[in-house]
């Protein structure tokens, strides 16, 4: 095995995670995960055998080395992300992932790769693979105290975030079914707590459903006793069971089973016949003070006619 210790890391870029702006925020959550581009030297490369990859037109398939093309890719990301390395950082990249093979191929092999990655950077043809992936980034500033703690908020609200939109995509594809807390919950496999919390958020959401339920098919037989009710002549009196069962040709036990819905009408009725009997009934109670009226009689005295 080659000796790799001399090999400097910290001299270059090892991700282009450098790249995103913190706004003085201790983390970033993204709304989808994001990729990133990296290398990074494996504890060890499996295998000798051989992959299928497509070509560039995607009409041909070739078998390529399993150990090239993670040597390739780690070698390209490199340049990719420190385009100042020299080509002999590149080769000391491409002899230390040869240690970590497991069957490390031969330095004719290694020659070969470092003459074609000279060649793809000096043609601006470096492509890089997005290899890593983060659903949040903590902020570098943050110290290594406080970088633990900021990660288990930034993962709360990653959960959470989850779980709201996990709720969203439900409440999408929800249909015309009748909407509750307890089948929603159901369908989320979520607690009935757990959905509570979110159903403030969620209330426009939940509106659109509710909106979208079907309306309960219209009862015939009350909607024609409401209609003789708010028709009736108040000069034969209020309505009673006979006289609605008469009017409809409905039994008598089936209009009292209505009763409880018919109660409102049946109030409106009965204030309309009370104004009516104030309107009409000339003996109706005096409504002013009797006193008031005797002082205005005083105050006019009768005229004596003198012979």
Same mark, same amino acid.
């Given at each position: 095995m080659r000796e790799t210790s001399d090999f400097d890391f910290l001299k270059f870029r090892t991700k282009n995670t450098d790249t995103i702006d913190f706004k003085g925020k201790d983390y970033i959550l993204f709304d989808e995960p994001m990729s990133f581009v990296s290398f990074f030297i494996p504890n060890k490369i499996y295998g000798a055998g051989y992959i299928n990859k497509t070509n560039c037109i995607g009409l041909k398939e070739y078998r390529i080395d399993q150990r090239y093309y993670f040597m390739m890719q780690q070698a390209v990301n490199f340049i990719y992300l420190n385009p100042e390395a020299k080509q002999k950082d590149v080769y000391k990249l491409l002899t230390i992932l040869n240690c970590k093979c497991v069957n490390p191929v031969n330095d004719v092999f290694l020659g070969d790769m470092l003459k074609e990655l000279v060649k793809l950077k000096a043609d601006n043809k470096i492509e890089p693979t997005k290899n890593l992936e983060r659903f949040y980034l903590i902020n570098p500033k943050i110290s290594k105290e406080n970088t633990k703690k900021v990660m288990g908020v930034a %993962?709360?609200? =990653?959960?959470?975030?989850?779980? =709201? %939109?996990r709720l969203k995509l439900i409440l999408t594809n929800w249909g015309l079914e009748k909407y509750s807390n307890y089948k929603l919950a159901t369908r989320a496999s979520l607690t009935l707590k757990t959905i509570e919390l979110y159903t403030p958020? =969620?209330?426009?959401? +939940?509106?659109?459903?509710?909106?979208?339920e079907p309306k309960p098919k219209e009862n015939k037989s009350l909607s024609k006793l409401k209609k003789i009710m708010v028709k009736w002549n108040l000069d034969k009196g209020l309505p009673?069971?006979? #006289?609605l069962a008469t009017e409809s040709g409905l039994s008598l #036990?089936? +209009?009292?089973?209505?009763?409880?819905? =018919?109660?409102?009408?049946?109030?409106?009725l009965k204030k309309?016949?009370? %104004?009516?009997?104030?309107?009409? %009934?000339?003996?109706?109670?005096?409504?002013?003070?009797?006193?008031?009226?005797?002082?205005?009689?005083?105050?006019i005295q009768p005229t004596s006619r003198t012979a």
């Open positions: %993962n709360g609200e =990653l959960k959470r975030r989850r779980t =709201l %939109n958020i =969620l209330r426009d959401e +939940i509106t659109k459903i509710k909106k979208r009673t069971y006979a #006289d #036990d089936t +209009i009292k089973s209505y009763g409880k819905y =018919l109660k409102p009408i049946k109030q409106d309309k016949q009370k %104004n009516r009997f104030k309107k009409y %009934n000339f003996f109706a109670p005096f409504d002013g003070e009797v006193d008031s009226t005797v002082s205005d009689i005083k105050k």
